[in-house]
T-cell receptor, first 116, second 111 residues
Framework: DTGVSQDPRHKITKRGQNVTFRCDPI?????LYWYRQTLGQGPEFLTY????????KSRLLSDRFSAERPKGSFSTLEIQRTEQGDSAMYLC??????????????FGSGTRLTVV | QQPVQSPQAVILREGEDAVINCSSS?????VHWYRQKHGEAPVFLMI?????EQKGHEKISASFNEKKQQSSLYLTASQLSYSGTYFC????????????FGPGTSLSVIP
């Protein structure tokens, strides 16, 4: 168990460019979540998957954001036409839901995005 | 809907106790508690399922009152390592929901 891995750790991009982040969850976990966190705030929900199915996407999320989890393994989060307001820490987490019982989330170290 | 946490911040001396509260306006299935140190990812502390149970983790324990839709985190005999921001997270409806996190409570333990 190597934990949740996120890549890259830091990303600086110019406004208007597209960026893609990757998350590798704990292999035994069937749930994968994406959150966004800005300074002094709690993690804000973006979207989540159970295996390869995307179960929910936040209504606050614009169409510029898209996430995939092909084959139920790693996940990617893409932001198109980045804006300065997209600057934040993007956190990925994974968990296990077993027989209807939830377990705690394991978070990755995050990808810090800076849009200049 | 985001849960409410109180207090926003607290400063303790080593050995003192603290209580952090979390409340929601909607029916809850579970409450999670996490601690995040500066520059690090949130770390899971415990989860409480509806049923009013109380759980413990060393000198950190929590309770969940599902009727009042409230949870409290209790830190006893605080240590310097307890410093960080504590987030509660709530799950509504069923277990097939996602966690919505509160704004956090900053805890500083000083010698």
């Amino acid at each position: 168990d190597t934990g949740v891995s996120q890549d890259p750790r830091h990303k600086i991009t110019k406004r208007g460019q597209n960026v893609t982040f990757r998350c590798d969850p704990i292999s035994e976990h069937n749930r994968l979540y994406w959150y966004r966190q800005t300074l002094g705030q709690g993690p804000e929900f973006l979207t989540y998957f159970q295996n390869e199915a995307q179960l929910e996407k936040s209504r606050l999320l614009s169409d510029r954001f898209s996430a995939e989890r092909p084959k139920g393994s790693f996940s990617t989060l893409e932001i198109q036409r980045t804006e300065q307001g997209d600057s934040a820490m993007y956190l990925c987490a994974s968990s296990l839901v077993n027989q209807g019982l939830p377990y705690g989330y394991t978070f990755g170290s995050g990808t810090r995005l800076t849009v200049v | 809907q985001q849960p409410v946490q109180s207090p926003q911040a607290v400063i303790l001396r080593e050995g003192e106790d603290a209580v952090i509260n979390c409340s929601s306006s909607k029916a809850l299935y579970s409450v999670h508690w996490y601690r995040q140190k500066h520059g690090e990812a949130p770390v899971f502390l415990m989860i409480l399922l509806k049923g009013g149970e109380q759980k413990g983790h060393e000198k950190i324990s929590a309770s969940f009152n599902e009727k009042k839709q409230q949870s409290s985190l209790y830190l006893t005999a605080s240590q310097l390592s307890y410093s960080g921001t504590y987030f509660c997270g709530t799950e509504g409806k069923t277990s097939y929901d996602k966690v919505i996190f509160g704004p956090g409570t900053s805890l500083s333990v000083i010698p």
